[in-house]
C-alpha cells in the first residue's frame, strides 16, 4: 500500500498559489466536492497520501504545505501564528473559488482548521484527527518552544534527528506510532531526511514551531461554541500526546459533534490506520 499511495500522490502536479507573503505548495485529486486536508507539526502534504487514493474517488482533494512545512516558500513577512496559517488557506480558497468546502485536519492543523472554520463561513463540516486541547498541553512541544529561543538549537536538533534512537524515542516520533517501524523506511525518507538535508526545512519548521501560541488554544474552550458546522472527531485512542480523555472532554463543547476512537494507532493514526480514517471520514462528510 505504502510504495503506490506513495507514487499517488508524488505523480500529482505540484502548484504554486501566492497566498500574501507565502507561495504555498499544494496539490489537487480527484473529483466532486471540496474537501480540504491540512496537516500537522512537522508534517507537510506528503502525510495524507494514504487516505488520499479513496478520498479522492468522493471528492475534489486540496492538498497544501503549510507556511514553514514541506514545499511551501515563506519570507521573513509570512504570519506563523494559527490565524496566519488559517487566513493563508482561506486565500487558497478563494482563488480556487470554492463556494463550501468540508476540512479535515490533524494536528496542528486542526487547530489552524478550527481558526478557519471561525473565519469561514464555507466550511461546512470540520473533521478533526488527533489535535490540540484547550488547557492542555501536549508532551515536549513546549519545551522544544523554549530551546529554539537559544542560539545553536537548530543544528543540536539537526544532530539529535539523525540518531535512530531518539528518532524512536518519546522525544521524537515514538509517541506516534504504535508500530515503532512505521518511523523509518518512506516516512524517515519524506519527513525526516529533508529536514537534516536542507537549512531553510529546518529553519520554517522552527518558524513555525515559534508560532504555535498556547492562549489561542485555550480560547477555543470558548469559541468552539461558535462553530455550528458538524464536527467529527476522530482519534488514536493510544497516544500519549493527546490522550483519549481530553477528546472525550473536548467533544461536548461544540453544539454539533461526534467521536471516534480508533484503537492501536497514536497521534499519527492516519499514517497507522488510514483505512479506519477513510471510513471514519467518508461517513462523515458524505452524510
Not at 473559488?97 to 482548521?113: E, R
Not at 525518507?189 to 538535508?197: A, D, G, W
Request: positive net charge.
Amino acid at each position: 500500500m505504502d510504495a503506490s499511495s506513495t507514487n499517488f500522490f508524488l505523480d500529482a502536479p505540484l502548484n504554486k498559489a501566492d497566498v500574501g507573503p507565502t507561495r504555498m505548495a499544494w496539490r489537487r485529486f480527484g473529483n466532486g466536492p471540496a474537501l480540504l486536508l491540512v496537516h500537522g507539526f512537522p508534517l507537510s502534504g506528503f502525510t495524507w497520501r494514504k487516505v488520499l487514493p479513496a478520498l479522492s474517488q468522493q471528492f475534489t482533494c486540496y492538498v497544501p504545505d503549510l507556511a514553514g512545512m514541506g514545499d511551501t516558500e515563506w519570507s521573513e513577512h509570512t504570519e506563523f501564528s494559527w490565524k496566519g496559517h488559517a487566513q493563508a488557506l482561506k486565500t487558497l480558497a478563494d482563488q480556487q473559488g470554492l463556494q463550501k468546502y468540508s476540512v479535515l485536519a490533524h494536528d496542528t492543523g486542526g487547530t489552524i482548521a478550527r481558526y478557519l472554520a471561525l473565519a469561514d463561513e464555507r466550511v461546512d463540516k470540520l473533521a478533526l484527527i488527533n489535535t490540540e486541547v484547550p488547557n492542555h498541553r501536549p508532551p515536549w512541544i513546549p519545551l522544544y518552544q523554549m530551546s529554539l529561543r537559544l542560539p545553536g538549537s537548530l543544528a543540536i536538533f539537526r544532530q539529535l534527528m539523525k540518531s535512530r534512537a531518539f528518532r524512536r524515542s518519546g522525544m521524537g516520533f515514538g509517541g506516534c506510532f504504535c508500530n515503532l517501524d512505521l518511523i523509518d523506511g518512506e516516512f524517515h525518507q519524506h519527513v525526516v531526511v529533508p529536514l537534516l538535508e536542507s537549512k531553510r526545512r529546518l529553519e520554517g519548521m522552527g518558524k513555525y514551531l515559534g508560532g504555535l501560541y498556547w492562549n489561542w488554544v485555550d480560547q477555543l474552550a470558548v469559541d468552539h461554541a461558535k462553530l455550528a458546522m458538524p464536527v467529527q472527531l476522530i482519534w488514536g485512542a493510544d497516544d500519549p500526546t493527546f490522550p483519549i480523555e481530553e477528546a472525550r472532554a473536548m467533544v461536548k463543547q461544540f453544539p454539533k459533534a461526534r467521536l471516534t476512537e480508533i484503537s492501536g494507532g497514536k497521534l499519527l493514526v492516519h499514517e497507522e490506520k488510514p483505512q479506519a480514517v477513510v471510513d471514519a471520514a467518508l461517513k462523515f462528510v458524505r452524510a
